[in-house]
């Protein structure tokens, strides 16, 4: 079961970086706005959204198969810490009751950061990777 439970966790967040990368090419209005909001208005330039949405697209498409992990997972954490970290108050508080700005939607991005945290400590363990296939 662990196997598969890798599987599935390595494929569905690599596949979340690629979906928000996606999104910072093809809807750079939405990618701007999340940075003006999150990021301190930080890389909201429709140039930096499309590189990035494409370094971040590439990140995670090597997640999702499982090669360079040593080298894309410190990445692939470093990333979803940020991500938690702009939406602290949606964790700390998902209703709103104490944090303005707080929203339940936002709150599972602890989860997928904890994800990240697990797949980078059981990288050993994960078999069914590209990595795993060339030794």
């Known amino acids: 079961m662990k196997r598969w439970g890798l599987l599935l966790l390595r494929v569905s967040t690599g596949w979340l970086l690629v ?10 209005e939405h990618g701007q706005r999340v940075a003006e909001s999150f990021y301190l ?7 930096v959204q499309n590189v990035l949405g494409g370094l ?11 090669l360079w992990r040593k080298r894309t997972y ?3 954490f470093v990333v979803l810490l ?6 602290w108050r949606s964790i700390l ?3 709103g009751w104490m ?5 339940v939607l936002f709150y599972p991005s602890i989860i997928v ?5 697990v797949l980078w400590g059981t990288m050993d363990e994960d078999e069914m990777t590209v990595d795993a296939r060339l030794g």
């Open 113 to 117: 950061f904890a994800g990240a945290m």
């Open 41 to 47: 208005g930080l890389g909201s330039q429709a140039i």
């Open 56 to 66: 971040e697209a590439l990140l995670g498409l090597l997640v999702v198969i499982g």
């Open 82 to 87: 940020v991500t938690a970290l702009a939406v």
């Open 19 to 28: 979906m928000w990368g996606l999104d910072k090419i093809f809807n750079v």
């Open 99 to 103: 944090l303005d700005g707080s929203q």
């Open 93 to 95: 508080d998902p209703w």
């Open 74 to 76: 410190p990445v692939m």
